[in-house]
């Protein structure tokens, strides 16, 4: 069975850094990109960025470039979602999805993770 | 604002038929596949419908997308209590240069 399990809900302070992480298993996990999608409470969700395990490779929305990093460890199938400075505003739900297709134009998320919900607080 | 607009609320009883709308532009439904998720209450989104019309093994047949210019649907026939959930449509953009979400449509059951 495809699986992604991502690790637990953190609480932290408006400056603190923060590296969540998603681990995949029965799938070969170097060779399908990884995705994280936000979800802010009561809100819609949102591509936030990419990583490709095999190479490193990333993409990330404009509205998130600069603001998070991806990154993943293939030899622990494992991927990354990592903040050097947090904000109150980035207090949400996050989810990881592995992308089922070489083509980013015609693929879809399939199966995601159980979310990792952040709560950033003074 | 998403670039992809979905109504925010729809609903119907038990067995009636309900439709979502998804509508975006020739950056993104216009030119690309369109794929629906399902968020049931409390949980992460599951993959309902991909490539506009396909369903993942397991998805029962009440579920079923379409898709005409830059505008695609989700259809839930005979609607169960089971279905309340939240449903997004999602598209690759060109102008995003990645994927939008629709803002998500909340289906209540009367």
């Known amino acids: 069975e495809v699986q992604l399990v991502q690790s637990g809900a953190e609480v932290k302070k408006p400056g603190e850094s923060l590296k969540i992480s998603c681990k995949g298993s029965?799938?070969?996990?170097?060779?399908?990109?990884i995705g994280w999608v936000r979800q802010m409470p009561g809100k819609g969700l949102e591509w936030m960025g990419i990583v490709f395990p095999i190479n490193s490779n990333t993409r990330y929305s404009p509205s998130f470039e600069g603001q998070v990093t991806v990154s993943a460890d293939k030899s622990i199938s494992t991927a990354y979602l990592q903040w050097s400075s947090l904000k109150a505003s980035d207090t949400a739900m996050y989810y990881c999805?592995?992308?089922?297709?070489?083509?980013?134009?015609?693929?879809?998320?399939?199966?995601w993770g159980q979310g990792t919900l952040v709560t950033v607080s003074s | 604002q998403s670039v992809v607009t979905q109504p925010p609320s729809a609903s119907g009883t038990p067995g009636q038929r309900v439709t979502v709308s998804c509508s975006g532009s020739?950056?993104?439904?216009?030119?690309?596949?369109v794929n629906w998720y399902q968020q049931l209450p409390g949980t992460a989104p599951k993959l309902l419908i991909y490539n506009d019309n396909q369903r993942p093994s397991g998805v029962p047949d009440r579920f079923s997308g379409s898709k005409s210019g830059t505008s695609a649907s989700l259809a839930i026939s005979g609607l169960q209590s089971e279905d309340e959930a939240d449903y997004y449509c999602?598209?690759?953009?060109?102008?995003?240069?990645?994927?939008?979400f629709g803002g998500g449509t909340k289906v209540t059951v009367l």
């Open positions: 999805a592995r992308f089922n297709s070489p083509a980013f134009q015609g693929g879809r998320f399939d199966p």
């Open positions: 020739s950056s993104n439904i216009g030119s690309y596949s």
């Open positions: 029965g799938y070969d996990f170097p060779g399908y990109w």
């Open positions: 999602a598209a690759w953009d060109d102008s995003l240069s990645g994927w939008v």
